[in-house]
């Protein structure tokens, strides 16, 4: 697994062949198998493929339309549609995306209380041990991933039409690459760890 951590990449060019319905179900049962916090396991997947990513997409694309009328939720971070909607262009080459769902989080929006904060963090960083796990299985096996946070320009719409209980939180897309980038800069060991003894 240390080999899958350092050769793991963010891929954005991906190839048509398809994913095996073996390989899929590894992956997403390597994400199960993440921590969770007092294990609440408060994860789903939405695998998102065919004439249903093409659903998924038009929602998106939408979202992002209302984001840029200024009927906006992120209207401080308009730098990055540009972004997101190349991020719906890799979407659209990757023959699958999966949808991750909290199922026990509130609406975006929701005020909490102190304790109901800290329960949503502990589930927000179960969901992001079981990407993690996801993304390692899926390089294991020479399949391309990128974990996708833009799906938040297009929150209401991508909500509106995944019609389950929960908060989304983040989308994968997967596929066998067509590219093979470089190892993106790290920060220094000596600027990111303290020490103490």
Known sequence: MIDAIYDRRSIR?????????????????????APSSKNRQP??????????????????????????RGDALLPESRQHIAGAKYTVEIMEEAPVSILVVNTLGKELLSQLT????????????????????????????GIGSLWICDIYFAYEELCQW????????AAVALGYPKEFPKERPRRKMEDVVEWRS
């Open 13 to 33: 060019k991906f190839s048509t062949t398809p994913i095996s319905e073996k390989d899929l179900t590894d992956i997403i049962q390597s994400g199960i198998k």
């Open 43 to 68: 994860w789903k997947y939405i695998v998102v493929q065919g004439r249903a990513k093409e659903e998924m997409l038009k929602a998106f694309r939408q979202g992002i339309a209302r984001e840029e």
């Open 114 to 141: 102190p304790e109901e904060r800290i329960y949503d963090i502990c589930n927000i960083q179960s969901i992001s041990a079981s990407i993690q796990n996801m993304l390692l299985a899926a390089t294991e096996k």
């Open 162 to 169: 995944l019609n389950c209980h929960g908060q989304l939180i």
